[in-house]
């Protein structure tokens, strides 16, 4: 079974300052999807980025990016010119590779503050 | 828009009754997903479903129900055998053999008073 860590239950970051969140993940997978999802005070789930295990280049989505190190099974999102909106519960998730319905596995979260 | 539709927003429920929580989705997504959310646990699985009228537990199934009578919906009941039912609770779909992550719903908050 695959477990994800997530170490810091909590960050502050500055506007405009880059922080990075951590995660780790255990797995015997080697073809697998690693995903970084935010859920501000709404609740709602959305993706911030993704990261394909057999990819060695790392994933960035604007302000978003990812170290991947895939022998240390270790992912962590950097945010860059944080705003206030990046307020959120952040999540890191491991998905198996499967030709059928793929199951995420998730951390247990990271709240960011962002603040002036 | 296509999109996942959660109903209700909020429930409340007595202790000892079942409550079926509503999960539709019009984005012609073959799997479908339950996963309860505590503070501080992240999400769990509850249940999946792959394709019409077959699912598959997930990590905490117990006191769970499902059925998946149509592609597009997936009602999750929480019956009374659930010892703590209070959470919130996020149905997700995605497409079969391609690995984009999930389209989240916008959840349902149970409260059991």
């Known amino acids: 079974a695959q477990t994800v860590t997530q170490s810091q239950p909590e960050m502050s970051v500055q506007e405009a300052e880059t922080v990075t969140l951590s995660c780790t993940y255990d797995t015997s997978e080697n073809n697998y999807y690693l995903f970084w999802y935010k859920q501000p005070p709404s609740r709602q789930m959305i993706l911030v980025i993704r990261q394909e295990a057999y990819k060695q280049q790392n994933a960035t989505e604007n302000r978003f990016s990812v170290n991947f190190q895939k022998a240390a099974k270790s992912f962590s999102l950097k945010i860059s010119d944080s705003q206030l909106g990046d307020t959120a519960m952040y999540f890191c998730?491991?998905?198996?590779?499967?030709?059928?319905?793929?199951?995420?596995?998730f951390g247990t979260g990271t709240r960011l503050q962002v603040t002036l | 828009d296509g999109g996942i539709t959660q109903s209700p927003k909020y429930l409340f429920r007595k202790e000892g009754q079942n409550v079926t929580l509503s999960c539709e989705q019009n984005?012609?997504?073959?799997?479908m997903y339950w996963y309860r959310q505590d503070p501080g646990q992240g999400l769990r699985l509850i249940y999946y479903s792959q394709i019409v009228n077959d699912f598959q537990k997930g990590d905490i199934a117990e006191g769970y129900s499902v059925s998946r009578e149509k592609k597009e919906s997936f009602p999750l009941t929480v019956t009374s055998a659930q010892k703590n039912p209070t959470a919130f609770y996020l149905c997700?779909?995605?497409?079969?053999?391609?690995?984009?992550?999930?389209?989240f719903g916008s959840g349902t908050r149970l409260t059991v008073v």
């Open positions: 997700a779909s995605s497409k079969n053999g391609r690995e984009n992550g999930y389209t």
């Open positions: 984005l012609n997504h073959d799997a």
């Open positions: 998730a491991f998905m198996k590779r499967t030709g059928t319905a793929s199951k995420l596995t």
